[in-house]
């Protein structure tokens, strides 16, 4: 103690200690990123190849098979996932992050991956990405034009302006296009010459070689010399010979196709707000700040005024509103802080516990900018839980040397004797804290490592409100006199005795109050936990929603898109909405964005959630309700996702049906289908449908070898006649050209003109027509082959209210041939783990709770009378969530134990106030005791409860994050924490009786 009367007797030393820590906070603040997310790595990656003109099946046994193949050696994968689409594969592994090696398995991945040999005529080559939820497009800068050449030239000019500043990570684009040198080869002159496709493609290859011809000596040394073909103008690219005879007869390009500079069809289209725009998609680092980012992307803007420029999907927008929510909330909460304690004590010491706010505040943020945490949603309501804490602390310090200024002590007495009474409970209640919240660093998976920063804030903010409260708020009321208004000690004095008289009924009919608390308890539990709705990480309050609507196969861009007009004049139309983009040919599968003929995504960002009456779900329902209502007949399907910053969840009802034979697998999708139909199930997906018409290309083999024709030559000219043949990237005037060969489209609308394209024969100098050879057949195809953990799988998602576990037991009722077997959710899975893992954490907090206070009160039974407060405190947040329909998540666990951290603080400080008075040899002890705490119970729960009811109730704004939090802690406080004066005093006279009987007996027994 008496190094810390020294410290508070030095006036300097805790003005500058205060200042300091607030000054370095506000620096650090104005220094740390604020993002929509941690940048937390979850230890997925994408391994990505093309194979063009293949078929699903094919990619599937020639690229995707390969790949799995090679996953199952490699240590540190947890799961791994496949799609083969036509031309397209893609390979989504899960590693253990709680190994902390994704860098090195990634590596070791990409060196498996790249040993492939896979057997074919066209260069793959697998792609091997981190995926990284904040890298995803932070926002969509749009140019409001047609494509042009001036469009393009402004486009990339805005593209490298952007890219150019501070904290952009890339500016990627849908749209931009790069020009290409089109050269359409013409049949009729093929045929006419006798030229075939192959050759073309031979001779142009060999315009385009480069050779190291060998060296030249000279008097210095020698130079080497470069043999280049490459014709670098336009009219030099029409002039390459084809073929040339004995007779000097030459056929140059230009007599056997069209050549022209062109920008090459769009494959993906965007629009914002219903208009075509050339899109530029910016990624912010993961280290910078999103909100001054966007502010210097709108400087840059600023420069392209020849076209109009607009941004949507705009991630700063939710990331200022999220801040805005908490400065308002904060500052109400304060407010009300303020005007609790004022009312309670003297101006003085309001003013010094309120500022105590800040001073822990902003020290805790200095401290984890320091470790590499950026301000976020999940940091703040970490650091906001913890400040009901703080206050409690704070109050509890001033409540005792209150007490001692009452005893005519002079300020510097009065603070010195009130900490060596509170300095042991406040020690306590720091560790008891601790205990609570430090078993989450335990939590493992992608939840652990979302989470990280709570236990982290946790312990800083502790950390600081320690020195606050046994430092600076002493040393504050150390100085000067204090005094207490005859107002306000005649109000404490009847709050006192009015808490004595009901403290002494409480424990003449203690058995039966305990009774009244148990069967409350009870009664609450039976009529709420029925009614309990959990997710893990919700997002029903979220300001994005990204909707995807299914076309069936082989409609058009440009019909596709006379249809979705109809659903983005509905869009237009709603006051809720912010802003929208429209992607054709586009979807989100979770948190990646891809390609897809059959996709368009329309990404909505809503307005703040305090400026509608409406939550994303509920508007999200009401959309898709409207969009079905128009029947579009071209349309099969349309979802939504809601998006948050959350670790990867889904849909929670996720069902693999596994098996090789797809006849018999695909019968047991149906059914599962059929039975999620009759639970009532809501948007219910299926791949077993996912189906096409096409058309398959079958060579007859006999007569291909019969006439010399290999079949590598015969795949090349039907590639080249269908999507086109790359030859070469060329540089004319400076500018880089994409160099391709294809089919003129006026030959392409003849009817099967595929077998009018003629091939070289290896046993004569004539060209055979594919017709030859090549007979057509259609049939229904599956758009995709599914792949989990390498076997074969049809993909059943749902979303439902009816428990997944309920779900999975119906499913598992249904027969199934002996080849096909079920496997449940990753979703749920990972779900499990992570309540699992909470459950546990809670055990461990609890047991050393009570550890902590056997050792302090040397008893056993005196840990129980703090823990036994804490079942009204969940009475609280069950009537309290049953009141305001909220779902059960995460940040409502947090806030049960930001509650609980309070209610053992009070009930600890009670029990100690009771011991003392015991020690003293008052009478009626328990009363007295309770009667002395009752200012500081009614101040703690009213100041914490205050300062989170704006927050809880969404006064000043809704926020995914820190609502649930504080409706949680707020609730669990307000019935918790009053009925410590009814419950601690019964049970502790019960435990008097216990003690009593056990003398009795023990006297009993001696005689």
Same mark, same amino acid.
């Given at each position: 103690?008496?190094?810390?009367?020294?410290?508070?007797?030095?006036?300097?030393?805790?003005?500058?200690?205060?200042?300091?820590?607030?000054?370095?906070?506000?620096?650090?603040?104005?220094?740390?990123?604020?993002?929509?997310?941690?940048?937390?790595?979850?230890?997925?990656?994408?391994?990505?190849?093309?194979?063009?003109?293949?078929?699903?099946?094919?990619?599937?046994?020639?690229?995707?098979?390969?790949?799995?193949?090679?996953?199952?050696?490699?240590?540190?994968?947890?799961?791994?996932?496949?799609?083969?689409?036509?031309?397209?594969?893609?390979?989504?592994?899960?590693?253990?992050?709680?190994?902390?090696?994704?860098?090195?398995?990634?590596?070791?991945?990409?060196?498996?991956?790249?040993?492939?040999?896979?057997?074919?005529?066209?260069?793959?080559?697998?792609?091997?990405?981190?995926?990284?939820?904040?890298?995803?497009?932070?926002?969509?800068?749009?140019?409001?034009?047609?494509?042009?050449?001036?469009?393009?030239?402004?486009?990339?000019?805005?593209?490298?302006?952007?890219?150019?500043?501070? =904290?952009?990570?890339?500016?990627?684009?849908?749209?931009?296009?790069?020009?290409?040198?089109?050269?359409?080869?013409?049949?009729?002159?093929?045929?006419?010459?006798?030229?075939?496709?192959?050759?073309?493609?031979?001779?142009?290859?060999?315009?385009?070689?480069?050779?190291?011809?060998?060296?030249?000596?000279?008097?210095?040394?020698?130079?080497?010399?470069?043999?280049?073909?490459?014709?670098?103008?336009?009219?030099?690219?029409?002039?390459?010979?084809?073929?040339?005879?004995?007779?000097?007869?030459?056929?140059?390009?230009?007599?056997?196709?069209?050549?022209?500079?062109?920008?090459?069809?769009?494959?993906?289209?965007?629009?914002?707000?219903?208009?075509?725009?050339?899109?530029?998609?910016?990624?912010?680092?993961?280290?910078?700040?999103?909100?001054?980012?966007?502010?210097?992307?709108?400087?840059?803007?600023?420069?392209?005024?020849?076209?109009?420029?607009?941004?949507?999907?705009?991630?700063?927008?939710?990331?200022?509103?999220?801040?805005?929510?908490?400065?308002?909330?904060?500052?109400?909460?304060?407010?009300?802080?303020?005007?609790?304690?004022?009312?309670?004590?003297?101006?003085?010491?309001?003013?010094?516990?309120?500022?105590?706010?800040?001073?822990?505040?902003?020290?805790?943020?200095?401290?984890?900018?320091?470790?590499?945490?950026?301000?976020?949603?999940?940091?703040?309501?970490?650091?906001?839980?913890?400040?009901?804490?703080?206050?409690?602390?704070?109050?509890?310090?001033?409540?005792?040397?209150?007490?001692?200024?009452?005893?005519?002590?002079?300020?510097?007495?009065?603070?010195?004797?009130?900490?060596?009474?509170?300095?042991?409970?406040?020690?306590?209640?720091?560790?008891?804290?601790?205990?609570?919240?430090?078993?989450?660093?335990?939590?493992?998976?992608?939840?652990?490592?979302?989470?990280?920063?709570?236990?982290?804030?946790?312990?800083?903010?502790?950390?600081?409100?320690?020195?606050?409260?046994?430092?600076?708020?002493?040393?504050?009321?150390?100085?000067?006199?204090?005094?207490?208004?005859?107002?306000?000690?005649?109000?404490?004095?009847?709050?006192?005795?009015?808490?004595?008289?009901?403290?002494?009924?409480?424990?003449?009919?203690?058995?039966?109050?305990?009774?009244?608390?148990?069967?409350?308890?009870?009664?609450?539990?039976?009529?709420?936990?029925?009614?309990?709705?959990?997710?893990?990480?919700?997002?029903?309050?979220?300001?994005?929603?990204?909707?995807?609507?299914?076309?069936?196969?082989?409609?058009?861009?440009?019909?596709?898109?006379?249809?979705?007009?109809?659903?983005?004049?509905?869009?237009?139309?709603?006051?809720?909405?912010?802003?929208?983009?429209?992607?054709?040919?586009?979807?989100?599968?979770?948190?990646?964005?891809?390609?897809?003929?059959?996709?368009?995504?329309?990404?909505?960002?809503?307005?703040?959630?305090?400026?509608?009456?409406?939550?994303?779900?509920?508007?999200?329902?009401?959309?898709?309700?409207?969009?079905?209502?128009?029947?579009?007949?071209?349309?099969?399907?349309?979802?939504?996702?809601?998006?948050?910053?959350?670790?990867?969840?889904?849909?929670?009802?996720?069902?693999?049906?596994?098996?090789?034979?797809?006849?018999?697998?695909?019968?047991?999708?149906?059914?599962?289908?059929?039975?999620?139909?009759?639970?009532?199930?809501?948007?219910?997906?299926?791949?077993?449908?996912?189906?096409?018409?096409?058309?398959?290309?079958?060579?007859?083999?006999?007569?291909?070898?019969?006439?010399?024709?290999?079949?590598?030559?015969?795949?090349?000219?039907?590639?080249?006649?269908?999507?086109?043949?790359?030859?070469?990237?060329?540089?004319?005037? =400076?500018?880089?050209?994409?160099?391709?060969?294809?089919?003129?489209?006026?030959?392409?609308?003849?009817?099967?003109?595929?077998?009018?394209?003629?091939?070289?024969?290896?046993?004569?100098?004539?060209?055979?027509?594919?017709?030859?050879?090549?007979?057509?057949?259609?049939?229904?195809?599956?758009?995709?082959?599914?792949?989990?953990?390498?076997?074969?799988?049809?993909?059943?998602?749902?979303?439902?209210?009816?428990?997944?576990?309920?779900?999975?037991?119906?499913?598992?009722?249904?027969?199934?041939?002996?080849?096909?077997?079920?496997?449940?959710?990753?979703?749920?899975?990972?779900?499990?783990?992570?309540?699992?893992?909470?459950?546990?954490?809670?055990?461990?907090?609890?047991?050393?709770?009570?550890?902590?206070?056997?050792?302090?009160?040397?008893?056993?039974?005196?840990?129980?009378?703090?823990?036994?407060?804490?079942?009204?405190?969940?009475?609280?947040?069950?009537?309290?969530?049953?009141?305001?329909?909220?779902?059960?998540?995460?940040?409502?666990?947090?806030?049960?134990?930001?509650?609980?951290?309070?209610?053992?603080?009070?009930?600890?400080?009670?029990?100690?106030?009771?011991?003392?008075?015991?020690?003293?040899?008052?009478?009626?002890?328990?009363?007295?005791?309770?009667?002395?705490?009752?200012?500081?119970?009614?101040?703690?729960?009213?100041?914490?409860?205050?300062?989170?009811?704006?927050?809880?109730?969404?006064?000043?704004?809704?926020?995914?994050?820190?609502?649930?939090?504080?409706?949680?802690?707020?609730?669990?406080?307000?019935?918790?924490?009053?009925?410590?004066?009814?419950?601690?005093?019964?049970?502790?006279?019960?435990?008097?009786?216990?003690?009593?009987?056990?003398?009795?007996?023990?006297?009993?027994?001696?005689?």
């Amino acid at each position: 103690m008496w190094f810390i009367e020294k410290v508070i007797d030095n006036k300097i030393l805790v003005n500058m200690t205060f200042l300091g820590v607030l000054i370095f906070g506000i620096i650090q603040f104005g220094l740390t990123p604020k993002s929509d997310t941690q940048n937390v790595d979850f230890g997925i990656f994408s391994i990505e190849a093309k194979l063009p003109g293949a078929s699903p099946t094919e990619i599937d046994q020639k690229v995707t098979y390969k790949i799995e193949k090679e996953l199952k050696g490699i240590d540190g994968i947890t799961k791994y996932s496949s799609t083969s689409t036509s031309g397209f594969s893609q390979v989504f592994v899960w590693v253990d992050v709680d190994l902390n090696k994704t860098d090195s398995i990634f590596n070791e991945i990409k060196g498996a991956v790249g040993a492939i040999e896979f057997n074919s005529s066209f260069n793959i080559s697998p792609e091997v990405r981190k995926l990284n939820w904040i890298g995803q497009p932070s926002f969509t800068v749009g140019i409001l034009s047609e494509y042009s050449p001036k469009v393009h030239e402004l486009s990339k000019a805005l593209q490298k302006n952007i890219e150019s500043l501070e =904290g952009v990570k890339e500016v990627s684009s849908n749209t931009i296009r790069e020009p290409e040198i089109s050269i359409e080869v013409i049949p009729d002159q093929l045929k006419k010459n006798e030229i075939s496709i192959l050759e073309v493609i031979n001779s142009l290859n060999k315009s385009y070689s480069f050779f190291m011809g060998g060296h030249v000596k000279n008097e210095i040394g020698q130079t080497p010399i470069l043999i280049k073909t490459k014709p670098d103008t336009l009219s030099k690219i029409r002039e390459i010979i084809i073929r040339s005879n004995r007779t000097g007869k030459k056929i140059a390009l230009k007599h056997l196709a069209k050549i022209n500079l062109k920008f090459p069809e769009l494959k993906i289209k965007t629009k914002i707000n219903g208009q075509s725009v050339v899109d530029l998609l910016v990624t912010v680092k993961p280290d910078a700040d999103i909100i001054k980012v966007r502010e210097r992307v709108n400087s840059i803007i600023k420069n392209f005024s020849s076209y109009k420029v607009i941004v949507s999907s705009d991630l700063s927008k939710i990331v200022e509103n999220r801040f805005s929510v908490v400065k308002n909330n904060a500052v109400s909460g304060l407010i009300i802080v303020f005007m609790t304690l004022l009312f309670f004590v003297n101006l003085k010491t309001t003013l010094w516990v309120v500022l105590g706010i800040p001073f822990s505040l902003f020290g805790t943020i200095g401290v984890m900018s320091l470790k590499g945490f950026m301000i976020d949603g999940l940091s703040m309501a970490s650091i906001i839980l913890i400040l009901g804490i703080i206050v409690d602390d704070a109050i509890i310090v001033s409540e005792a040397i209150n007490q001692e200024l009452m005893k005519n002590k002079s300020p510097q007495e009065a603070v010195k004797l009130a900490l060596k009474k509170v300095m042991v409970p406040i020690i306590t209640t720091l560790v008891t804290t601790l205990i609570a919240f430090f078993p989450m660093f335990l939590l493992t998976g992608t939840t652990g490592k979302f989470v990280r920063i709570v236990p982290w804030s946790i312990v800083a903010a502790l950390s600081f409100s320690f020195l606050e409260c046994i430092f600076i708020l002493p040393g504050h009321l150390n100085q000067g006199t204090v005094k207490e208004s005859p107002f306000k000690n005649k109000l404490f004095n009847l709050m006192k005795n009015k808490t004595i008289k009901l403290t002494k009924l409480t424990i003449k009919y203690r058995y039966l109050t305990i009774c009244l608390g148990l069967f409350v308890f009870l009664l609450t539990g039976y009529v709420n936990i029925p009614k309990v709705k959990f997710k893990l990480f919700p997002n029903h309050r979220t300001e994005r929603v990204i909707f995807q609507l299914k076309f069936k196969p082989n409609f058009t861009m440009a019909h596709k898109e006379n249809k979705v007009k109809l659903v983005e004049e509905i869009l237009e139309n709603k006051d809720f909405i912010n802003d929208f983009k429209t992607t054709l040919n586009f979807f989100r599968n979770g948190k990646l964005d891809l390609y897809s003929y059959q996709m368009t995504s329309i990404d909505i960002i809503l307005t703040p959630d305090r400026d509608r009456s409406l939550n994303a779900k509920q508007i999200s329902e009401l959309l898709l309700q409207e969009f079905e209502a128009l029947n579009i007949s071209e349309m099969s399907h349309i979802s939504y996702n809601l998006i948050s910053k959350n670790p990867p969840t889904g849909k929670n009802i996720e069902v693999r049906v596994i098996g090789e034979n797809d006849k018999e697998r695909e019968e047991t999708a149906i059914k599962v289908e059929r039975l999620l139909e009759n639970l009532d199930v809501k948007s219910v997906e299926s791949s077993a449908h996912d189906k096409r018409e096409n058309t398959i290309a079958i060579y007859n083999e006999n007569e291909m070898n019969r006439i010399g024709i290999s079949k590598e030559n015969a795949n090349i000219s039907i590639q080249t006649a269908l999507s086109g043949f790359k030859i070469d990237d060329v540089i004319l005037a =400076g500018k880089k050209y994409t160099l391709n060969l294809n089919i003129n489209d006026e030959f392409k609308k003849q009817s099967d003109f595929l077998k009018d394209i003629e091939v070289p024969s290896k046993k004569s100098t004539r060209l055979i027509p594919l017709r030859k050879f090549l007979k057509f057949e259609h049939k229904k195809e599956k758009i995709e082959v599914r792949r989990w953990k390498g076997d074969k799988i049809t993909l059943i998602t749902a979303d439902s209210k009816v428990s997944p576990s309920f779900v999975e037991k119906q499913i598992r009722k249904i027969k199934t041939p002996p080849s096909v077997r079920f496997r449940f959710g990753s979703t749920d899975g990972e779900t499990e783990q992570s309540l699992m893992g909470l459950r546990f954490t809670t055990i461990l907090a609890v047991i050393g709770i009570y550890t902590t206070l056997a050792l302090l009160f040397q008893s056993y039974f005196q840990p129980l009378y703090v823990l036994s407060a804490l079942p009204m405190g969940f009475v609280g947040i069950m009537w309290g969530f049953q009141i305001h329909n909220e779902v059960y998540s995460f940040f409502s666990l947090l806030g049960a134990l930001g509650m609980m951290g309070v209610i053992v603080n009070d009930s600890l400080v009670l029990i100690n106030s009771i011991n003392d008075e015991r020690k003293r040899g008052t009478e009626n002890f328990i009363a007295v005791a309770t009667g002395k705490r009752i200012r500081a119970i009614l101040l703690t729960t009213l100041t914490t409860v205050g300062g989170l009811i704006p927050l809880g109730l969404g006064i000043g704004g809704f926020e995914q994050f820190l609502s649930p939090m504080a409706l949680s802690m707020g609730y669990g406080l307000l019935v918790g924490t009053p009925l410590i004066v009814l419950f601690i005093p019964a049970l502790y006279s019960i435990g008097l009786d216990l003690e009593s009987f056990r003398v009795k007996k023990y006297v009993y027994e001696m005689s």
